[in-house]
């Protein structure tokens, strides 16, 4: 039971992991899924961008630079529908500005559902069905701390339910799954400088954010130990001018898990370098994040028949994105990026594209995954984005909803 469990668990990226000598996997995957069509488009890349709705995943940082006095957005993504249809992702959003004294309080809630599950033991035999869930909700304040930097805090609680508190006998025993719950918080940093050129004023950016740094999930009461998808993000963007009208944003940004991964040179078996899941579960969370670091114990690359060292494989956790945006009068948006991970690290390489149409009311953007790695399940991964002005409705209201 435990480990059928477990795999529905990771399936979300083990899926997608399935060649990889050495993946990171974590507790509530869910959390690493881009949740909104702006970012999406332009390869999974948001810390360093101009400021949105949705910055509250990416960088909540960037909440401090926005013109607005507040907004909500609401985003919804099928996962992974080439292979099953009743996995999905929601996404809430928002965002109030106190003022640039008192600074700006912002939230969201992440739920995710896994469909209708078939539970079997370890004999194969199914006995009952499950929807399991994972969901998360979050508050963050940010603040200028000078005229072009920002900074954020945020709180996040994560509640993993994936078997509906289902009881299963295994070996005659009885083995009974809870829900696992935990807290982390987020640290992030922003910079946005204008820059005059003849042509109008262009931007550069430049975004950091460490993220889901918390404790680790259990399901079986403390037995297994799972840690959370805490990460470090890091981003540059420049947004240049042509017009008055027509403008170009570019963006380059880093991704690194601060997760150990179950193969480590640490490891007590020093042929293998596999960590027994004692080992594993007896990590903490923050010797977890700096083992991430350092952990790596090299393997031999069957592809490109050579040897590939520790420092060399710790790069390779390292995934990448660069993306693009072009803005005709802050209004119509068309967007293409990429994204790319090694593939022995979990081989999730795709090509986005996107587009969105924003008025000072409400916005809409969209978003479709186009995978260049084979037999990749995200490939025609769709993201959708709806977002409200709260200041443009408020204008509306008191002008007699006259356009």
Same mark, same amino acid.
């Given at each position: 039971m435990k480990k059928i469990?477990?795999? #529905?668990?990771? $399936?979300? $990226? &083990?899926? #997608?992991?399935?060649?990889?000598?050495? !993946?990171?996997?974590? =507790?509530?995957?869910?959390l690493s899924i881009a949740p909104d069509g702006r970012a999406a488009g332009m390869g999974d890349a948001g810390v360093a961008t101009n400021p949105d709705l949705n910055s509250q995943h990416w960088n909540p940082a960037k909440y401090a630079f926005m013109e607005s006095k507040g907004g909500l957005t609401a985003n919804y993504t099928p996962?992974?529908? /080439? @292979?099953?249809?009743? #996995?999905? @992702?929601?996404?809430? =959003? +928002?965002?109030? *500005?106190? +003022?640039?004294?008192a600074g700006t309080i912002s939230g969201s809630f992440t739920y995710f559902s896994m469909g209708e599950v078939q539970l079997v033991d370890y004999s +194969?035999?199914?006995?009952?069905? =499950?929807? !399991? *869930?994972?969901? =998360?909700?979050? @508050?963050?304040?940010?603040? /200028? @701390?000078?005229?072009?930097?920002?900074?954020?805090?945020?709180?996040?609680?994560?509640?993993s339910d994936l078997n509906n508190g289902v009881n299963a006998s295994v070996n005659n025993a009885s083995e009974e799954m809870h829900p696992a719950w935990t807290m982390a918080a987020d640290v992030a940093l922003y910079y946005k400088q204008p820059i005059s050129l003849p042509m109008g004023e262009s931007y550069f950016g430049l975004g950091f954010n460490l993220s889901n740094l918390g404790g680790k999930m259990t399901y079986d009461e403390g037995t297994t130990q799972n840690f959370i998808p805490a990460n470090m993000r890091l981003g540059v963007s420049y947004e240049l001018p042509f017009d008055n009208y027509n403008r170009l944003m570019a963006t380059v940004e880093c991704n690194k898990m601060l997760v150990p991964t179950s193969m480590s040179k640490y490891a007590a078996d020093q042929t293998s370098h596999k960590m027994s899941q004692e080992e594993y579960s007896s990590l903490s969370s923050p010797w977890g994040w700096i083992h991430s670091f350092c952990d790596a114990p090299g393997y031999f690359d069957d592809v490109k028949n050579k040897e590939v060292s520790p420092l060399a494989e710790e790069f390779q956790e390292v995934q990448w994105s660069v993306g693009m945006e072009y803005s005709y009068n802050r209004q119509f948006f068309a967007r293409? +990026?990429?994204?790319?991970e090694n593939y022995w690290k979990g081989n999730r390489r795709?090509?986005?594209?996107? &587009?969105?149409?924003?008025?000072? #009311?409400?916005?809409?953007?969209f978003a479709y995954c186009i995978a260049t790695a084979p037999s990749n399940p995200l490939d025609q991964t769709m993201r959708f984005t709806l977002g409200f002005d709260l200041a443009g409705i408020k204008d509306l209201v008191n002008n007699g909803w006259s356009w």
């Open positions: 469990l477990f795999s #529905i668990l990771t $399936f979300s $990226f &083990a899926a #997608i992991s399935a060649l990889a000598t050495n !993946p990171v996997t974590t =507790a509530m995957p869910s996962w992974l529908t /080439k @292979l099953v249809s009743d #996995i999905d @992702l929601a996404y809430l =959003a +928002g965002y109030y *500005n106190m +003022g640039d004294m +194969g035999t199914a006995f009952q069905e =499950a929807h !399991p *869930n994972e969901w =998360a909700i979050d @508050l963050a304040y940010s603040r /200028k @701390l000078h005229e072009y930097v920002s900074m954020a805090v945020a709180m996040r609680f994560l509640y293409a +990026g990429y994204s790319h795709y090509v986005t594209v996107g &587009a969105g149409f924003h008025l000072s #009311i409400f916005s809409l953007d």
